[in-house]
C-alpha cells in the first residue's frame, strides 16, 4: 500500500494549490483521510481530516481557506487551499487510516510535497 501526493508548488499570498493523494495497493477500505503539515522547524500538525462519510475537520487558522474533499471510488483525497499566506508555507503530507486486504490496519502517510507563499 502507498500514497503518492502531489500538486505543491510555488505561488504568491492570496494565491490557490491543490494537492491531490491517492492510495494504492491491496486496500479493502479507506477510514480517515487527512492533511498534515510541518514547517523548518516545527512540529508535524494536522490541517485537516474526512471521514469516509465525508464529514470534515480543520485546523482553525486554515477554517474557510481550505477545503478537503475525497472521491472513495479512487482512493483519493484532496485538498483545495485558497487564499494562501506566508504562514501556510510547509512540506504537506497525506495519511489514511487503510484496512487492507488481509484485513490489517495501516496508518499509512505520502511523501511530502513542498507548498511555497511568498509574501
Known amino acids: 500500500v502507498q500514497l503518492q501526493a502531489s500538486g505543491g508548488g510555488f505561488v504568491q499570498a492570496g494565491g490557490s494549490l491543490r494537492l491531490s493523494c491517492a492510495a494504492s495497493?491491496?486496500?479493502?477500505?479507506?477510514?480517515?483521510m487527512g492533511w498534515y503539515r510541518q514547517a523548518p522547524g516545527k512540529e508535524r500538525e494536522l490541517v485537516a481530516v474526512?471521514?469516509?462519510?465525508?464529514?470534515?475537520n480543520y485546523k482553525a487558522s486554515v477554517e474557510g481557506r481550505f477545503t478537503i474533499s475525497r472521491d472513495n471510488a479512487k482512493n483519493t483525497v484532496y485538498l483545495q487551499m485558497s487564499s494562501l499566506k506566508p504562514e501556510d508555507t510547509a512540506f504537506y503530507y497525506c495519511?489514511?487510516?487503510?484496512?487492507?486486504?488481509?484485513?490489517?490496519?495501516?496508518?499509512?502517510w505520502g511523501q511530502g510535497t513542498l507548498v511555497t507563499v511568498s509574501s
Open positions: 495519511n489514511a487510516r487503510i484496512i487492507t486486504t488481509e484485513l490489517s490496519t495501516l496508518n499509512a
Open positions: 495497493g491491496s486496500i479493502s477500505r479507506i477510514n480517515d
Open positions: 474526512i471521514t469516509r462519510g465525508s464529514r470534515t
